[in-house]
């Protein structure tokens, strides 16, 4: 397990610091240097390939995954498995674009009125679409070989650390836009060699075809697995990118999908430490279910539920009450402080997910893990339906309403379910004095007065609400020992300083 916990430690480090290096992407450089016409295309040539690559890998990720300890075999060069891992996504791959080009008529007459850009640049869209669903497999197949450092240091930072650099060669006029585009694709290419050069490092480039397991019961296996699984990831990847899909068919076009961009960028910032700690829980969560042990499960979901509504409450009131200070840092506010709004139903949306638990990692470990596939699939069918009657009324703001409203819906199903399937929920008293703690800061802070002048006086009025905050909010946290967790860390953090 040693080198599980250390590329695990250092691909969780390297990932924030591209969550870093992505935050000053969006924030501060394509808002700059790039026109709302500009980012929103730059986010459309982002968004779509990521949800064609997903239909078209046929589930080739999972697959590898799932099926590589069956072929597992260096002195045979793994009976050819990555020949099979190159072979099917080409497949997918010229199915899609069998489907693209035919549909070509339908994609135009949805985006041509609003977003015309998406059609000077309609056949962008494949080629990430290939360079991606590759990273994808070369990077699957580096993870059956628990090699994840260099291929998350790659996406992560590679791939946006070269984004920034053609923002700023784009904003000091050394580039056209186009040229910044075709930067985009060929640093996609250069990922793919790197990954390809990373695993003939490693010694395991096979380049061998070896097509006699089609003959064999497994293939049907993975066949089948591979179908599940493209519902499934297709949907898990659409969630998120769904409304960076339908913006620009609607009034605002790709403004609006920009606006929606930065805005939603904001608010997710909350989500971030979910991550961490599912993570971190899940584990225990799978080895509880192997004792059958309930007592333990329900301590995980209370617990957890109740730090990370401590956590996302608190980064939600640092940005919400600092809303209007942040957008006056961001370049352009004028245009993009339009999506203040969208900030805050982002933010209730990452806040409400949080304070809910971990119910679907609960649900994955349980016997019950087929059922978290659909309530996803509600989830999704909720946010189209919602998405297609709000964004033609309120725009990116009714995206962001669509967002709140699905995620409610798609929590409470699976709180319910939790209830009356397992009799666990993740709520107690300590939940109640969070609520209320958390609207007691607000309320103080909306008598803290704001400072007029520079950019530098929004910096100062962060500061002071940010303080305000952490006293009141942290602080009564801690006071009133809401969370042992927490203030088991706190103390121990204090104790190694002192020392």
Same mark, same amino acid.
């Given at each position: ?5 250390? @590329? ?19 924030l501060?450089?394509?808002?700059? !240097? ?15 390939? @990521? ?6 890998n046929? /589930? &080739? ?30 497949? /997918? ?5 069998? =489907? ?6 339908? !994609? ?9 850009? #998406?059609? @000077? ?26 090699r ?11 791939l ?10 784009? /904003? ?6 186009? @040229? #910044?585009?075709n930067? $985009?694709?060929?640093v ?23 097509f ?5 019961? $497994? ?17 898990? &990847? ?30 997710m ?44 409450g ?19 506010? =004028? ?23 971990l ?22 069918v ?5 998405? #297609? ?44 004095? &969070? ?9 103080? &802070? ?11 006086? *929004?910096?100062? *009025? ?11 909010f942290g ?23 002192? /020392?």
């Amino acid at each position: 397990m040693g080198i599980v916990i250390r @590329q695990s430690i250092k691909s969780s480090i390297v990932t924030y610091v591209g969550v870093v290096i992505g935050t000053v992407n969006v924030l501060f450089l394509y808002s700059k !240097f790039l026109s709302p016409q500009q980012l929103g295309l730059y986010t459309a040539l982002i968004s779509f390939p @990521q949800v064609f690559a997903a239909f078209s890998n046929l /589930g &080739t990720p999972h697959v590898g995954v799932r099926f590589f300890s069956r072929f597992a075999d260096p002195e045979r060069q793994h009976n050819g498995f990555f020949g099979y891992l190159l072979l099917a996504p080409f497949v /997918g791959f010229l199915l899609f674009l069998i =489907a693209y080009v035919g549909l070509k008529g339908v !994609f135009q007459s949805v985006y041509m009125d609003n977003s015309p850009l #998406l059609i @000077q640049y309609y056949w962008y869209l494949p080629l990430i679409t290939f360079f991606l669903l590759y990273a994808t497999t070369l990077e699957t197949y580096s993870k059956v070989h628990l090699r994840i450092v260099v291929p998350t240091i790659l996406r992560e930072i590679f791939l946006k650390s070269s984004n920034s650099i053609l923002a700023l060669l784009f /904003g000091f006029k050394f580039i056209t836009f186009d @040229q #910044l585009l075709n930067g $985009i694709i060929l640093v996609y290419f250069l990922n793919i060699c790197f990954l390809l050069i990373y695993i003939k490092i490693l010694g395991k480039l096979y380049l061998r075809f070896d097509f006699s397991f089609l003959k064999q019961p $497994i293939f049907k296996e993975m066949y089948m697995y591979g179908l599940w699984t493209i519902l499934g990831g297709a949907t898990a &990847t659409i969630l998120p990118n769904i409304e960076k899909l339908m913006l620009p068919a609607y009034k605002g076009g790709l403004d609006s999908t920009a606006i929606f961009f930065i805005a939603s960028s904001i608010g997710m910032v909350i989500a971030i430490p979910r991550n961490a700690i599912a993570s971190i829980t899940e584990p225990l969560l799978a080895e509880s279910w192997k004792n059958n042990n309930l007592e333990h499960i329900e301590e995980i979901y209370q617990k957890s539920a109740l730090n990370l509504l401590i956590v996302g409450g608190f980064l939600f009131l640092g940005i919400w009450t600092n809303i209007d200070a942040v957008f006056q840092i961001i370049p352009n506010a =004028a245009v993009y402080s339009q999506g203040k709004f969208v900030v805050l139903m982002v933010g209730l949306y990452s806040v409400f997910d949080m304070a809910t638990g971990l119910n679907s990692e609960i649900l994955k470990n349980s016997p019950y893990y087929k059922y978290d596939f659909g309530f996803y699939i509600i989830r999704f069918v909720v946010l189209l339906l919602v998405n #297609l009657i709000f964004i033609p009324i309120y725009g990116y703001n009714g995206a962001a309403l669509a967002m709140l409203v699905s995620v409610v819906v798609y929590n409470l199903v699976k709180f319910f379910f939790i209830k009356y399937k397992l009799n666990l929920q993740p709520f107690n008293l300590a939940t109640v004095k &969070t609520l209320l703690l958390g609207f007691f800061t607000y309320g103080i &802070t909306l008598f803290i007065p704001s400072f007029e002048g520079d950019i530098w006086m *929004n910096f100062v *009025n962060i500061a002071i609400k940010s303080i305000c905050i952490t006293i009141l909010f942290g602080g009564g946290v801690l006071f009133f020992e809401i969370s042992e967790d927490l203030n088991r860390t706190v103390k121990s953090l204090l104790k190694k300083v002192i /020392g």
